[in-house]
């Protein structure tokens, strides 16, 4: 009798701690599913400024087999303007975990412009065209923001950190050319711009308030002094104006201003900057 009850006793543990083992595995492996399986977007530094937005993403592509072509972008802007921007571009299908640079195009910079962006919603979304695969990240605008302008890893360091494989992917990183809105300073490096901001052409400019040399494109154009020169709402600090004109424009944390005493006697070097910043929120108007 005592032992067939000490027998029982001890399957009755046996079968307890088994239970027990198999509950605490599968919460084990569930955490770990959690943590570590979800698919996950980072954003990266692009190699070039402009409508360019750079990512990674790394997703269980045993698991969830898809092959991801498209990246779309939206903006729900309910108490700002415009209210809402969607803007979807093609990338080099992925069969598994990568990093790529995309040219969004100007509805980027809409996008990353709008009128309350600190109160608006962003949606990412990584899709396949071919397999009906989307996968979806929502963050608040400021959010957003701050990840695109503070990322400070590039797609080849993600792709390296990651120990990501390149070759199983169709092609490596692409990298699409944009414009620019600044010369090109360095010599040597492609083709220039001729803009008065270039010291490679300072030659065949005037200096301030005077009258510009003929250029080989075409005829002399006449410096002008402006009268007043400010900036609206919506800089996305973009640098380009003070990379072109840093006597006048002055890019600070959130946004841009016109520096102190700016000298306003060259009116080419201001039509420069404000024909280069990307939400056209630089105006002026000519002195006389
Ligand atoms: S004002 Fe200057 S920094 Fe702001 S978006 Fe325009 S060019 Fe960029």
Known sequence: MTTSLIAMGVATFIVINLVVGLAALSLLFGTFETLFGKPKITLLRSSKSGNIFAFGFKWNSAKEPASLDTIRLRLFNPFGNPTQVEV???????NSSFATEVDMGPGFIELLGAQGFDSATIQIEVCSSKDGVVF???????????????????????????????????????????RSFIADTVPGRGPQLKISTNPNFAGEFSAAGGASA???????????????VWIEPGC?????????????????????????????????????????????????????
Request: proline letters at 8%; aromatic letters at 8%.
């Open 88 to 94: 979807s571009k093609p990338f080099d299908s992925k």
């Open 136 to 178: 979806q990240f929502e963050m608040r605008g400021p959010k957003f923001k701050k990840l695109v302008f503070d990322a400070n890893q590039t797609v080849a360091e993600f792709v390296a950190s990651k120990k990501l494989d390149v070759q199983k992917n169709s092609k490596p990183p692409i990298d699409i050319p944009i």
């Open 214 to 228: 003929a250029t080989a494109s075409g005829p002399a154009v006449a410096n002008f002094p402006v009268a007043k």
């Open 236 to 288: 996305i600090v973009c640098n380009a104006c003070e990379d072109i004109y840093k006597d006048v424009f002055e890019v600070l944390a959130d946004t841009c201003i016109i520096r102190p005493n700016a000298p306003l006697d060259d009116g080419i070097r201001i039509q420069e900057a404000a024909e280069a910043c990307p939400v056209e929120v630089i105006k002026f108007t000519k002195a006389g």
